[in-house]
């Protein structure tokens, strides 16, 4: 069986690997490089520990609603800093 390999590094496994894996959407793959260069895949049971610390304590304050409006701010402004630092200036 064969796949492409997209330009963002993305492919598409086969329908007939997907049915017999049992392979749905947002299924986790582990995969191993040989030394021959072979790959392998296994599909991982999800597993609680992968989400541990995800959660914030039952005990801890809740945000307000002006700090959310602030990180989101905060996160903007950095996305947009980082995005812009590997820009060329528009020459005329």
Aim: hydrophobic share 35%.
């Amino acid at each position: 069986m064969f796949a492409t390999l997209t330009i963002k590094g993305q492919l598409t496994l086969p329908k007939e690997i997907r049915d017999r894996l049992n392979l749905d959407a947002g299924a986790i793959l582990d995969f191993q490089v040989q030394a021959d260069n072979t790959i392998t895949a296994r599909h991982v049971q999800p597993d609680a520990r992968r989400i541990r610390g995800s959660l914030k304590s039952p005990h801890a304050a809740p945000l307000t609603v002006e700090q959310m409006d602030e990180a989101v701010s905060k996160h903007l402004r950095e996305q947009h800093a980082s995005s812009q630092a590997g820009r060329k200036p528009a020459g005329r």
